[in-house]
């Protein structure tokens, strides 16, 4: 079994930056795949940036690219997000999710079976 837990989020002014962070536990960590989702009020959960099981692929949503930047640290059991450039838009809960059967990273949900509880991130104007 995998447990993740989010922190980091918070309230930054537009133009501001946060970094959030993933804390795994279990044996399968350094394998499998790893993704941010957010979720924003009255919208779906969408794919936000995903990394491979070494950390040596990265895939970015449209909304991310060039801005964000996905990073994992397998000694530590820890995955990355950095945000810069936040704008109101990114105002969100951020989920990390881990995979338990792919290496490479995936855009879809359906790809990750372990999922945090999320943290809140609120850009104000």
């Known amino acids: 079994q995998v447990q993740l837990v989010e922190s980091g989020g918070g309230l930054v002014q537009a133009g501001g930056s946060l970094r959030l962070s993933c804390a795994a536990s279990?044996?399968?960590?350094?394998?499998?795949?790893m993704g941010w989702f957010r979720q924003a009020p009255g919208k779906e959960r969408e794919f936000v940036a995903a990394?491979?099981?070494?950390?040596?692929?990265?895939v970015y949503a449209d909304s991310a690219k060039g801005r964000f930047t996905i990073s994992r640290d397998n000694a530590k059991n820890t995955a990355y997000l950095q945000m810069n450039s936040l704008t109101p838009e990114d105002t969100a809960i951020y989920y990390c999710?881990?995979?338990?059967?792919?290496?490479?990273?995936?855009?879809?949900?359906?790809?990750?079976?372990?999922w945090g509880q999320g943290t809140q991130v609120t850009v104000l104007s």
């Open positions: 990394i491979s099981g070494n950390g040596g692929i990265t």
């Open positions: 279990g044996r399968t960590f350094s394998d499998n795949a």
């Open positions: 999710a881990a995979s338990d059967r792919y290496y490479m990273a995936g855009r879809d949900s359906h790809d990750y079976r372990y």
